[in-house]
């Protein structure tokens, strides 16, 4: 209670931190009637938590207390300040906590005047924050309050956005129209008109007048699941402010607020100063419109007239509840949004594109040729030599050691480049794919003559490994590729299977052949004749799978 003037923690002298908190304070309300309850959260933007807190409301400007806190059952307490009961709330002890969730109510019988939450935030002894504040909330005495005629969002267990359900009234028609004039765009394929095409993801913001935050968004896309937007600080996932709209399990739409913490499920955040919010489905487009006067918050910036990077996704929910989106694409730039544009869609970095490259060439052609050298060549090459060695050998040993060389630097590349493990199957199969492509020529390189009565175990374990390493690759590719596929026909996988499905025919073709003649001069020359010309076919279907691939990477 000694903190409630001031709201410093009086931490031995300590002064509060300069920069924006990393925290939040918002409410389901903009505005308040005399004896209304509004709903008050307190949230951690980031990954860190905080330990302590201190919260109080004050009119604008003033220095005292008003109104009064009920709590709901969790790591908090009612303090008195000013000679005024359940004035202030804070903590009960120094357990981690990110989410605070409170009831405040107006006095019944004070003169309306605009209210403002302040909050002082802890996160270790010391490192706090002092004075941090809500938007401020107006006062009403129309009989209608600050309620955007939405009930209070509900927080579930089985996720942590936090949902309101709408009235569903169809939102006017949105469109492209204007884009770049009055409001700013957003879209996937870009230059796509909602209006036009059903294949369009869409969202644009537009601000009243230069002067006013006040912000109308619109988003559309098809989805029987959900649609989302977001502002970023970068163009990785996490620390993002995100507008969700969502089908329900009863088939209407409804917009949700979150803030995503990365790679765990996003945060509950109310929509607080939304307003005017209309949701339709139709076919298998949804649609969200809103007006807000909300700041925009990210880990490092908090305000009105900030750039950041917007981010869309979308993916399936299950009743109501969204899930792990199926693709997601991001601005190039960091954008105003109060100032019309068009904004462009970023790819994927050089850096992953060559990953990506090198990896299809090592284990779809260089690696695939090598083996099938090994395989089927040599017994057809016997006789030709150069340089004291059998062509077919000398061949062999040639692409895989580009195969290998391709495998290391692509490695080399994707970890450089994200500095981080990412989640999901295809990192580790690449690590499977990078540890057993270098023990395959270690392997060689300490393998025993050919006349040793244990050379059959080199043979057999150098094949197998060999086939591993191809199956994982091949996963591997599979993965990556699923990464990178925004197109809605996923034709980046088709072309890939077909790919697949290429190679194990001509595999099929060849071991047919191989097992179906008997080894005297004339089959011989009979194998020359048709596996030559099996190679040749193989080699040139293979460069076509390739090379549509390496254009799709190169455009994603």
Avoid at 145 to 164: F, K
Avoid at 245 to 254: E, L, N, P, R, Y
Avoid at 526 to 544: D, Q, W, Y
């Amino acid at each position: 209670m000694d903190s409630c003037k001031d709201m410093q923690p009086h931490h031995s002298g300590l002064s509060p931190q300069t920069e924006p908190a990393p925290f939040t304070i918002t409410t389901d309300h903009s505005s308040y009637r005399l004896g209304e309850e509004v709903k008050v959260q307190l949230l951690a933007l980031g990954s860190a938590p905080f330990i302590g807190f201190l919260l109080q409301a004050r009119e604008v400007g003033g220095q005292s207390p008003v109104g009064s806190f009920e709590l709901t059952p969790g790591a908090a307490q009612l303090l008195i300040c000013n000679q005024r009961p359940n004035s202030a709330v804070s903590h009960r002890s120094d357990s981690i906590k990110t989410s605070i969730l409170v009831t405040w109510r107006s006095e019944a019988s004070r003169d309306g005047k605009p209210i403002q939450f302040h909050a002082s935030f802890v996160q270790n002894y010391k490192t706090f924050w002092v004075d941090v504040t809500s938007l401020v909330l107006t006062f009403s005495d129309d009989g209608s309050g600050g309620s955007t005629s939405l009930p209070p969002p509900t927080i579930t267990s089985s996720t942590t956005t936090s949902t309101i359900d709408l009235q569903h009234a169809s939102p006017g028609m949105i469109s492209s129209a204007d884009c770049g004039i009055n409001k700013m765009c957003f879209s996937q394929p870009s230059d796509c008109d909602p209006a036009v095409s059903v294949d369009c993801f869409f969202m644009s913001a537009m601000m009243s007048s230069p002067t006013d935050k006040t912000i109308r968004y619109e988003m559309t896309g098809p989805s029987n699941g959900y649609i989302s937007f977001g502002f970023s600080d970068d163009q990785m996932m996490g620390n993002d402010d995100i507008y969700i709209c969502c089908k329900g399990s009863d088939g209407q739409v409804g917009l949700q607020h979150a803030f995503s913490t990365g790679r765990t499920t996003p945060q509950a955040v109310p929509l607080g100063n939304v307003t005017d919010v209309t949701a339709s489905a139709q076919d298998r487009v949804i649609s969200c419109s809103f007006t807000s006067m909300n700041t925009v918050s990210t880990q490092r910036t908090k305000g009105f007239n900030k750039t950041y990077h917007l981010m869309f996704a979308h993916g399936p929910s299950s009743y109501g509840q969204i899930q792990l989106h199926v693709a997601t694409f991001i601005s190039t730039d960091k954008i105003d949004i109060s100032r019309p544009q068009i904004v462009v869609k970023a790819g994927w970095s050089r850096v992953i594109k060559a990953h990506g490259a090198l990896m299809l060439i090592a284990w779809m052609t260089t690696g695939s040729l090598g083996m099938m050298v090994a395989r089927y060549v040599k017994g057809v090459t016997k006789g030709h030599n150069l340089w004291g060695k059998d062509v077919w050998f000398l061949v062999h040993v040639a692409v895989m050691c580009v195969t290998v060389a391709a495998t290391i630097i692509a490695f080399i590349l994707s970890f450089s480049h994200v500095k981080a493990w990412s989640k999901g199957a295809h990192p580790v199969l690449g690590c499977l794919v990078m540890i057993l492509s270098f023990l395959q020529p270690v392997m060689a390189l300490m393998r025993c003559g050919q006349q040793h009565r244990l050379r059959f175990l080199f043979n057999w374990s150098h094949s197998l490994n060999a086939v591993v390493i191809k199956t994982l690759a091949v996963a591997a590719i599979f993965t990556g590729l699923k990464l990178i596929d925004s197109t809605l026909d996923h034709w980046l996988m088709k072309v890939m299977g077909g790919f697949v499905g290429w190679e194990s025919l001509c595999y099929i073709l060849l071991e047919v052949h191989l097992n179906c003649t008997v080894s005297n001069t004339d089959s011989l020359k009979s194998k020359k004749i048709t596996v030559i010309p099996l190679m040749i076919l193989f080699c040139l279907g293979n460069c076509a799978f390739l090379v549509a691939l390496l254009v799709g990477i190169g455009m994603s």
